[in-house]
């Protein structure tokens, strides 16, 4: 059955999201929807696992780690967080090369 993450296990979910948000580029985007969605973390999270929860063992108890780590508006700063400096970092690194920022995939 489901055990709730560890806070080391959290962190790596966390870490692995915002990895896979970046590579991505979905970055910008992301910090957008989770900072209107912050607010409401502690009330639809409940509702969320209520609502989603039968469905969620066909993808095995991983998707309710990570339905549990993000119903806490404290990893969702963490989050908010690694996202923001990954996202200055690169625009770091594109201004020292000259590089602007590709805003559309086309």
């Not at 912050?38 to 639809?44: D, F, Q, R």
């Not at 929860?53 to 119903?71: H, K, T």
Request: charged share 35%; proline share 7%; net charge negative.
């Amino acid at each position: 059955m489901f055990e709730e993450p560890t806070p080391e296990e959290e962190d790596e979910i966390i870490r692995r999201v915002a990895e896979h948000i970046f590579r991505n580029d979905m970055d910008l985007v992301a910090i957008l929807f989770l900072e209107s969605f912050k607010p409401l973390a502690s009330v639809y999270g409940p509702m969320a696992r209520f609502m989603v929860g039968p469905f969620l063992p066909v993808y095995g108890d991983e998707a309710m780690r990570y339905m549990a780590v993000f119903q806490n508006k404290q990893n969702l700063e963490k989050l908010i967080g690694i996202l923001e400096e990954k996202s200055k970092e690169d625009a770091e690194k594109r201004q020292a090369k000259g590089k602007r920022r590709r805003l559309l995939p086309w």
